[in-house]
């Protein structure tokens, strides 16, 4: 049974980067889809940003061009830098792994494995 950790949460003013890791105590490498989610306070959990098969990319519109997904599979681990921040990223943030084929990666459908979350937290 694999298992995820996220880290690399903080606080943050608005305007700043954050990067996030995910590290999975086995292979992650057979998964369909690698992702981040997100759960702000009192809100559903929504997809952020995930990285399929075949090493496609895909971002929900509010990380587009301020967040980037990254893996190493040699180190069995997914990575989110995100740029940019601002107080609506405020959320919890959860990676996940998932072996369902999906088309973008991005429903909480799509993924079996979470991690615990790692609180990030903007300021203006």
């Known amino acids: 049974q694999v298992q995820l950790a996220e880290s690399g949460g903080g606080s943050v003013q608005a305007g700043g980067s954050l990067r996030l890791s995910c590290a999975a105590s086995?292979?992650?490498?057979?998964?369909?889809?690698l992702g981040w989610f997100r759960q702000p306070p009192g809100k559903e959990r929504e997809g952020v940003a995930a990285?399929?098969?075949?090493?496609?990319?895909h971002y929900a519109d509010s990380a587009k061009g301020r967040f980037t997904i990254s893996k190493d599979n040699v180190k069995n681990q997914l990575y989110l830098q995100m740029n940019q921040l601002n107080p609506e990223d405020t959320a919890l943030y959860y990676c996940a792994a998932g072996s369902r084929r999906s088309e973008y990666c991005l429903a909480t459908d799509d993924y079996a494995t979470w991690g615990q979350g790692t609180q990030v937290t903007v300021s203006s």
């Open positions: 990285i399929d098969w075949y090493d496609s990319t």
């Open positions: 086995g292979d992650v490498s057979m998964s369909y889809c």
